[in-house]
């Protein structure tokens, strides 16, 4: 009950497409849901995060779809670009007030110039 | 501001060597946590404190101890090094209404 699926494991896109990355879960007490961007050789760095009473979240490039009935979200990165290639994970949040993360197994995306 | 530094970048320990793997956060923050990062399971909590004083197993626990040495710094240390702990370790830390926060990580191989 405290796993979060991710999809797909990895992913290419041709530069201008759109990525689109998919997370479920279900533990329906989870009440933060983080995105996360990690390039080689660094840290996973916060991309865009959404909570539960909201539906779509929009960042410049980054939109996230969040489906509370299907209990899934997902991130869409539209006019993808070769920066764009990074590791994604998606997470979300025990609210527990230990703010303990669960993670997603990660997507490897690669935009083609 | 240097966030979340970790200390070493890179190790690598024969089996059975212990070692303490560094961890400090200068944004103030109450809650720390240690991960761990392997090729196709994302980031395993392994241990976490969620205020100064105090700390509790994650999900990967085993043949890991820590210290909450302060409100800054956390440590990580490996009694006796297992090949499978060869791992990229993570440090992040959080404050109120904020997200994790990474460190860049500790490569750390065990032969």
């Known amino acids: 009950q405290q796993q979060v699926k991710q999809s797909p494991q990895s992913l290419i896109v041709q530069k201008g497409g759109i990525s689109i990355i998919n997370c479920a879960y279900e533990?329906?007490?989870?009440?933060?849901f983080p995105w996360y961007q990690q390039f080689p050789g660094k840290g996973p760095a916060l991309l865009i995060a959404?909570?539960?009473?909201?539906s779509e979240k929009k960042e410049g490039r980054f939109t996230i779809s969040f489906n509370k009935s299907a209990k899934q979200f997902s991130l869409h990165i539209m006019d993808s670009q070769p920066g764009d290639s990074a590791t994604y994970f998606c997470?979300?949040?025990?609210?527990?007030?230990?703010?303990?993360?669960?993670f997603g197994t990660g997507t490897r995306l690669k935009v083609l110039a | 501001n240097a966030g979340v530094t970790q200390t070493p970048k890179f190790q690598v320990l024969k089996t059975g060597q212990s070692m303490t793997l560094q961890c400090a956060q200068d944004?103030?923050?109450?809650?720390m946590y240690w991960y761990r990062q392997d090729p196709g399971m994302g980031l395993r909590l392994i241990y976490y404190?969620?205020?100064?004083?105090?700390?509790d197993k994650g999900e990967v626990p085993n043949g890991y101890n820590v210290s909450r040495l302060n409100k800054r710094e956390f440590s990580l240390r490996l009694e006796s090094a297992a090949p499978s702990q060869t791992s990229v370790y993570f440090c992040?830390?959080?404050?109120?209404?904020?997200?994790?926060?990474f460190g860049d990580g500790t490569r750390l191989s065990i032969l």
């Open positions: 404190s969620a205020s100064e004083g105090t700390t």
């Open positions: 533990n329906t007490a989870f009440d933060y």
């Open positions: 997470a979300a949040s025990n609210p527990t007030g230990t703010y303990k993360y669960i």
């Open positions: 992040a830390s959080k404050g109120s209404n904020q997200p994790q926060h």
């Open positions: 959404i909570r539960p009473d909201v």
């Open positions: 944004m103030n923050h109450n809650s």
